[in-house]
């Protein structure tokens, strides 16, 4: 029993301190380290948690592709940066920032933000800006913000922005 209790207490002790961006509605926990989003809570539905981790990129991730030759990468928040940080906004809110990201033949070409921001109606507002230095490389393809368990598996794979119903889920979309 106390051997099970250490190791608890050693994985506890090596999780990374979260930051909260709230407000009266939601509760968005960050990594202060991976700058991942750790969950997302529903304070108007008692406290309801509807995003709960996640396994591989945390926020985004972003493919490039090769003008000469079409050659693809692709690169994510878990991907080595000089630089990472946390700049907090007076509405609660915060903009992450990878800089620093390495593409192929290219170190440091990359500036990555990630806004998180309140409404007036208390929503939350999700930007993503990717600077790229690169003239090698263009940006192909986005994923943002990757939030896996906003449904169950198998309900969805997509949510797509909408500005007049804020999104629609999509099945099967790939």
Known sequence: MKKLTLVVLALALLESPAVVLENAKLAIEIDEVELAVRSVVNKTAGGVRFVEGNEGPGCWSATFRRVADGC???GDDTSGAQVRRIERHDDGGATLVWEGVDLPDAPAALIVRSTISF???GDSRWSLNIENRSAAYGLWETRYPIL???TLPGES???QPRPDTGAKLLKAYR
């Open 72 to 74: 693809e990468f692709t």
């Open 119 to 121: 409404t007036e109606e």
């Open 148 to 150: 896996r368990t906003v």
């Open 157 to 159: 794979d997509l949510l």
